[in-house]
């Protein structure tokens, strides 16, 4: 049985540094992605965290790779007890300027056996970079329920 | 063995009824789809093709038609006719809040085929021009590097 793993292209009429800033900014992220404050110094080895409007912080992981910007790389795993049996995976985020674009590919993988974060994060992303190539093209993000991506739990 | 198949869903804010417009009308395909106009009378069993400077690229037949919410067509590329068998693609759309959840299924594609690594490239970026064009009113810019390579579907 192959692994699973989730890979997205888009293409994006932005900058790689306005890209590179959209994924790594909390206040920026807070706007696009459900509204998550990713947090991080983005030093690689140090902690990354996903935090909720209150504080609280949904999931956890560490930064592999930084390299502004082209490559960004951090494993992370969702905290609800659902995923205390699985480890963090590790998403790879590359960006390449594409004549007046740039061709984000994001890879996730190395998903515990039987993992059910990983149905999670195939339902997200897309809503995720879909939100963010609306937000950087049109400046606004999309209004997506979050109830509406149908996820378990 | 299951057949390899490939599927890419991306969120746009519309509605059905323009999504379902974009997908089937020659005028704004070739605005998005560079260069590449469709025609059909979107009848199930009725023939579509796509044309490119006059030159058919990819045609077939119309599968399922089910306005604004499901088209399917077979996937037959005219430079590979005999020697590639025909796939499907499927188009779903689903109201998601001020948005449409568009999911494209590439199926029955042939397991070693040039389709499979022609359309696992070129989805992405048509359905990424087709969402800027819906949002901003502008398609992607279409000099991109490899646009013939990567959407001629031939």
Not at chain 1, 30 to 40: C, D, H, K, T, V
Not at chain 1, 97 to 109: D, I, Q, S
Request: contains cysteine.
């Amino acid at each position: 049985m192959p692994k699973p793993e989730f890979v997205y292209t888009t293409y994006i009429e932005t900058t790689p540094e306005r890209l590179w800033h959209a994924l790594t900014d909390g206040n920026f992220t807070e706007r696009y992605w459900f509204g998550a404050r990713l947090r991080s110094d983005w030093k690689v080895g140090s902690s990354f965290e996903m935090v909720r409007s209150d504080g609280s912080v949904s999931d956890a992981g560490k930064v592999v790779e930084c390299d502004p910007p082209k490559r960004l790389a951090y494993t992370f795993i969702n905290l609800s007890d659902k995923y205390k049996n699985e480890f963090p995976a590790l998403a790879t985020f590359v960006l390449e300027p594409y004549g007046k674009l740039v061709k984000l590919t994001l890879t996730h993988e190395g998903f515990s056996e039987g993992s059910k974060f990983f149905n999670g994060i195939s339902k997200g992303w897309p809503a995720i970079l879909s939100s963010l190539k609306s937000i950087l093209e049109t400046g606004q993000p999309l209004e997506i329920p979050f109830e509406a991506l149908k996820m378990e739990g | 063995m299951s057949k390899p198949e490939f599927v890419y869903t991306t969120y746009i804010e519309t509605t059905p009824e323009r999504l379902w417009h974009a997908l089937t009308d020659g005028d704004f395909t070739e605005n998005y789809w560079f260069g590449q106009r469709v025609a059909s009378d979107w009848k199930v069993g009725s023939p579509y093709r796509f044309v490119r400077q006059g030159q058919p690229s990819v045609g077939g037949k119309v599968l399922i038609s089910d306005p604004p919410k499901r088209l399917a067509y077979s996937w037959e590329p005219f430079a590979d006719a005999g020697r590639e068998q025909t796939s499907r693609v499927t188009f779903d759309l689903e109201p998601r809040g001020a948005a449409v959840k568009l999911t494209v299924t590439h199926d029955d594609l042939d397991e070693r085929g040039k389709t499979l690594r022609d359309v696992s490239g070129g989805w992405p970026m048509v359905i990424a021009s087709l969402k800027s064009l819906l949002e901003t009113g502008h398609a992607l810019p279409a000099d991109l590097p490899t646009i013939s390579k990567e959407t001629s579907c031939a």
